[in-house]
Each structure stands twice: as C-alpha cells, then as structure tokens.
C-alpha cells in the first residue's frame, strides 16, 4: 500500500519533537553531551574537599561518582581519557623524598599536557621548605607560598592552572572533558605477590552476621568459623562491677540491645540483654567455652590493655593475641611471654629503629589503619622484610575500599586484614 506524504512529513515532526525533548533532559544532567556535526563532547563533574589539620575532617575527591579519602600531604588526581583516572598521595609533611617525587612527576605532567587536579590532607607544607623556586617554577605559585596547615586545591581543567589556599577547607567542583587527555600513565599500579593463607584474615567484632557488622556475639562467632575464618577479634571492655565481656563500646551495645538502663551494666544486666533480640552476648565464660570448643581458632583482643589480666582469665595463652596501646603494656606482655600485636600510636611513636624494638620485644604482630599504608610504605616493606605480620583495620571505613578492594590491592604489602565478611578470594590453599 503507498504511503501519504503527509504520513512521511508528520512522522519526521514526530521525530523532530523527541530529540528536542531528549535534548532538553540532557542538558540538565551532571555528565552531559554537547554535540556538534561532526563530535560529542562529554563532562564529569568532580568535586575536591581539601581540609587542613585545623578541621579533624577528612579530604576527598568524587569523580564519576567514586568518593576517594585521601591521607596526609599533597595528592595529585590525573584525569584520563574516558572518565578515567589515577592519583598518588606524596607525604609532603615527612618526607623530603616524597617532595623530589612529587616535583619529578609535576613536572613531567606539565610537559605531556596532562589534566590533573592536586588536593592538601592535614599537614602538608612541612618539607615544602627549600623547594619554593621549583614549585614556583612549575607555575604553582600558590603552592609555594602554603603554611603548614592550611588547605589546597589546584587544576588546570580549563587549560590554565588554578589555586586556592585558606586556613581550614576548600570546596570546589570542576568539570573535566573526559574526552581530553590521553592513556599515559603516571603512577602504575603495584602488585605484591603472596601466598594465600586463612592467617591473613582477622574476623573483625567476630565478623559480619546476616548483614550486620560489629556484634561482637557468639552467633559471629560460629557463622563467620563455618565460612572460613580461623582469627577472631574481640572487643573486650568492663561492666560495672569489673566483669571482662564481649562489646564495642557500651553506648552502642545500648544501641544493640535497646538497652535503657544505666551505663556501663552489671554483669547480670548484660548477660539478659539479646543483640538485636537474636544473637548471644558473651562474656568470659562464653569467650572460653566457645575457643574451647574450637581448638583452631585464635583470639585477638581490642581495647584492653592489660595483657597479664587477661591473659589469666583467657583459655590458652598459645592462641591469643594482644592488641596493646602503650610501650609499656607492650612490654610488661613481652616479660610475660604473651603475644602481642602492637597497636598504630604506639608503634609510630617508637623512636629510633621501630623493627629492633619489635625485635627485641618479640612482637610478631602489628595493627594499623589501611588509610596511613601509601604514605608509611617504607616502614611496611621494613616490617614485611623482618617476617612481622601487618595487619590493617578501617576496612570498609572508605567507600569501595572493602575487602575485595584490599584483596586486591594491599595484600603482600601488608600481611592481612581486619574484615567483616569473608569473600571466595580469601579460599586458603592451605
């Protein structure tokens, strides 16, 4: 049948008024398309928070809805072609070594035409000293002027280079052509080859239980031993008639629980209250019976820390582990042949060599935050080399820094991880 040419003329106003609609939604977008004969060029939005030490707030970046935490110094973001991108965070406040890094790299980007962006995190100026005519140099003449604790941000997404500088935040969204820039990579990615092991994962508060995180309950316990896990950390804190138990902290134990009565419990109160009205509260007895009943599994304490007092009171000295927060505990343990993990604080305190204290003191094991291990690399390979197994906690504290993530990234590194949930990565061949 032939067709009407005003059917052919009404089908293409038809279409003429969708792409205009279309068009129009679009253009209201965060990431948006702006198109021409012949290209299409597309943006992302990326915000950069910059905080200085006077804020006690993290800094971060968002791009393509990633939300990266950054650590101390100066970090550089390198923008690639695609939504892509790289960053390094450089230890300015520490580490003279870190500065010439930082500087051989700027100058380099500067010389490819690279899209970059660079962010401050706490303290970050403090080794900045004797470098001001290279940074100036560079045509960062901002970041040659920064004091020790203020914030900063820089890009040069428009073509030209931008900063800002101000005694405690800095919040700034740019939009970047992720089109423009090419695949060149600055910063490549490093890989550490280890041997898997159930020994590199420490179920975190006794591990996740049907979702739920920090319960630090005999049902963690037995769900987290059947998937895999053999190390188990506890919280372990005092109720108000001296009794050792198994919580985070009792604010939110109360939480937990709906608990109203007055804080710290009774022993007696304790033992009748249910995390979230199904999983079991423990207490000494309960620690033991269930090691006992479990003769594989090692127990790792959080926030006590006098090692002989629960060293007595605990099952089998031989598996336990001692997370302690002083020099003193640490070594009063070490009198006592209790192992011991040694906790960030006092570790980074230790003046002098860290790794012959740990030595002498016959300390096997260490705790740190996963967020300070990019800018303490050096003290990580030192204590890897010793055969001192790193452990690092703040897992899932960062978004898309999980378990997987550290997997992934950070093992070899370090030696293991504090995690909520097993995951098939973390199959032992052992």
């Not at 280079?161 to 490549?188: L, R």
């Not at 092991?197 to 963690?220: L, Q």
């Not at 998937?227 to 050792?244: A, C, Q, V």
């Amino acid at each position: 049948m032939m067709k009407s040419p005003y059917s052919t003329i009404n089908f293409k106003i038809c279409l003429l008024f969708v792409s205009l609609f279309i068009g129009n939604h679009l253009e209201a977008a965060t990431t948006y398309t702006i198109s021409s004969f012949n290209e299409s060029v597309i943006y992302g939005d990326v915000v950069l928070n910059s905080h200085s030490f006077n804020t006690h707030e993290r800094s971060t970046f968002m791009y393509d809805s990633q939300l990266e935490a950054i650590e101390r110094g100066l970090t550089i973001v390198h923008f690639q072609a695609g939504n892509n991108f790289e960053f390094k965070t450089f230890d300015t406040y520490g580490s003279k070594e870190d500065v010439q890094d930082l500087l051989d790299v700027l100058t380099k980007m500067i010389q490819s035409k690279a899209t970059f962006a660079i962010l401050a995190h706490d303290s970050a100026a403090a080794q900045l000293t004797g470098y001001e005519k290279q940074i100036s140099a560079l045509g960062l003449i901002q970041l040659s002027t920064l004091k020790g604790r203020q914030a900063y941000v820089m890009h040069n997404t428009k073509g030209v280079i931008s900063e800002q500088i101000n005694d405690n935040s800095i919040t700034e969204t740019i939009q970047v052509n992720a089109q423009i820039g090419g695949k060149e990579i600055f910063f490549p990615k490093e890989v550490y080859e280890f041997e898997p092991s159930s020994d590199r994962y420490i179920a975190h508060a006794g591990g996740e239980v049907n979702g739920v995180k920090s319960t630090n309950s005999k049902h963690a316990l037995d769900e987290n031993y059947k998937k895999g896990f053999r190390i188990f950390e506890l919280d372990i804190i005092e109720t108000s008639d001296g009794k050792l138990v198994a919580a985070h902290d009792w604010n939110m134990w109360a939480r937990f629980t709906d608990y109203t009565g007055t804080l710290p419990p009774t022993h007696s109160q304790f033992m009748k209250q249910k995390i979230y009205g199904d999983y079991t509260t423990l207490d000494m007895d309960g620690i033991n019976t269930w090691f006992k009943n479990h003769p594989d599994a090692t127990l790792i304490t959080d926030k006590v820390n006098d090692p002989i007092a629960f060293a007595d009171a605990f099952i089998d000295k031989k598996r336990l582990i001692m997370e302690l927060f002083s020099v003193m505990a640490v070594e009063k343990a070490s009198e006592h042949g209790i192992n011991t993990m040694i906790s960030q604080e006092p570790l980074l305190s230790i003046k002098g060599d860290k790794v012959n204290f740990l030595k002498v003191n016959n300390v096997k094991h260490v705790a740190v935050s996963r967020r300070i291990i990019a800018s303490q690399k050096k003290l990580m390979l030192q204590l890897r080399d010793a055969e001192i197994k790193v452990y690092v906690f703040n897992v899932n504290f960062d978004a898309g820094k999980d378990e997987r993530y550290v997997y992934d990234n950070e093992l070899g590194l370090v030696y293991g991880m504090y995690a909520d949930k097993w995951i098939p990565a973390m199959k032992s061949k052992n």
